[in-house]
């Protein structure tokens, strides 16, 4: 990869992966950019470093290369964020030379310690603090807690004005040497960004969407000409972009979000799935779009993106040893602990020997205090009956005018 200016004095270093999954767990078929930027005065800072995995840190050191930047002319690494996929490097870069100064939040120090052994030459910040490059370049420092660890801050440069923010602003998707920029993208490219930027939202910042109103609140105050952030495109032409989509992003979580109805869907012998067909054309024919995912076929990855944008979900599952079908009750157990609460909803499912889903679904609903409106739900033994298929018709078409008045209430309400 090649090492690009972002602007004057700004360069991002960058390295795509792809064949993993990001943090053990979500897929990323498209890849993901792990950014890194010099920040050059008289004194040199590098803000946020990239993981340790096969060939990354050997990539950033290609980059300085390039740049003709020894790692000796390093003098500040600026850690915004622990996670490891950001600071991995920090290992072979002690390794390398030891007395660099790190800048890290005071909540980060202890995990420097914990994951890497490094207890020296640390400076905290906190909000408001600073530090000076020299020829008129001064970082600032702001605490973004929660976004999406407690440890996070964001690094503002006074000089150009531009916001690095780490995982904030971020998106999965490698990216192009030719085109980390907005400016330099088209805008099939930029909706691609922001496609993946849903679903990385919904995997990874999600339960953290009232610390993300915080922060873009407490950075709003602030002239913002460019958001250079720890994964995916660098947004210099239109900031606000990115910013408007964060805001629209976290208020999806307490709903509503787009008028959309997700269908998830699992069944052991076809006879729960013989109503999906039906439902999701009831629905449709409301003028309502539907996600439909089959469990556990569907990873979670896609099935907390479509319901985390849909203002309506069904969950279709038969009952399984007295409860919820488990990869659906998994499904939902992940739902609930990304905090995706405050949803029109409807079950419907058969049982053979006993019920049990639905009372296991409502007793879960319940204690993870998800807040979802359910319809009443329609439970049959075996196969539907054509009256059953009616009935499963009907609260499709229920639902989604709930879903299409929701809508109408938020738009009428702004
Ligand atoms: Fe990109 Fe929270 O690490």
């Not at 010099?38 to 470093?49: E, F, L, N, R, T």
């Not at 690494?77 to 030891?98: A, K, Q, Y």
């Not at 919904?202 to 922060?215: G, R």
């Not at 998994?330 to 609460?341: G, L, M, P």
């Amino acid at each position: 990869m090649k090492i690009t200016e972002v602007s004057d004095g700004i360069f991002r270093l960058s390295a795509n992966v792809r064949d993993i999954l990001f943090e053990g767990m979500w897929h990323i078929p498209n890849g993901v950019a792990m950014n890194s930027y010099i920040v050059k005065g008289k004194k040199c800072a590098i803000i946020d470093g990239v993981c340790d995995w096969d060939g990354v840190p050997e990539t950033l050191y290609a980059q300085l290369e390039q740049m003709k930047i020894k790692i000796t002319d390093i003098d500040y690494v600026i850690v915004n964020h622990m996670e490891p996929d950001h600071s991995g490097w920090l290992r072979s870069f002690r390794e390398m030379r030891g007395d660099f100064t790190i800048i890290c939040s005071e909540k980060a120090p202890p995990l420097l310690e914990a994951f890497y052994g490094i207890t020296e030459n640390i400076r905290t910040v906190k909000s408001g603090d600073t530090l000076d490059l020299g020829d008129g370049r001064v970082l600032a420092f702001e605490d973004i807690p929660n976004v999406h660890w407690p440890e996070t801050m964001a690094t503002y440069d006074t000089k150009s004005c531009t916001l690095f923010p780490c995982d904030a602003f971020g998106s999965f998707g490698a990216v192009s040497d030719d085109a980390p920029y907005d400016d330099t993208l088209t805008e099939e490219h930029i909706e691609f960004f922001e496609r993946e930027m849903e679903r990385y939202y919904a995997n990874i910042v999600a339960a953290f969407s009232k610390p993300t109103q915080d922060a873009i609140k407490k950075l709003g105050g602030i002239e913002i000409k460019c958001i250079a952030p720890g994964h995916g495109i660098v947004w210099r032409k239109d900031p606000e972009r990115v910013i408007r989509s964060y805001i629209r992003l976290a208020s999806y979580a307490k709903g509503p979000a787009r008028p959309e109805v997700t269908v998830i869907w699992g069944s052991m012998y076809g006879m729960t799935e013989s109503a999906v067909k039906p439902l999701v054309q009831a629905i449709e024919a409301e003028g309502v779009p539907t996600r439909v995912h089959r469990v556990p076929e569907t990873d979670m990855s896609f099935i907390l993106d479509s319901v985390f944008q849909s203002s309506g979900v069904v969950l279709g599952m038969p009952t399984y040893e007295y409860k919820m079908f488990p990869p659906m009750a998994a499904a939902v157990d992940e739902i609930a602990k990304k905090r995706i609460i405050n949803r029109k909803a409807f079950r419907f499912g058969s049982y053979g020997w006993s019920g049990g889903a639905q009372r296991d679904l409502e007793e879960t609903a319940s204690r993870l205090k998800m807040h979802w409106d359910f319809l009443e739900p329609v439970e049959f033994m075996g196969k539907p009956t054509e009256e059953d298929i009616k009935l499963i018709r009907e609260r499709g078409r229920q639902l989604a005018r709930a879903v299409k008045e929701w809508a109408l209430e938020k738009t009428s309400g702004e």
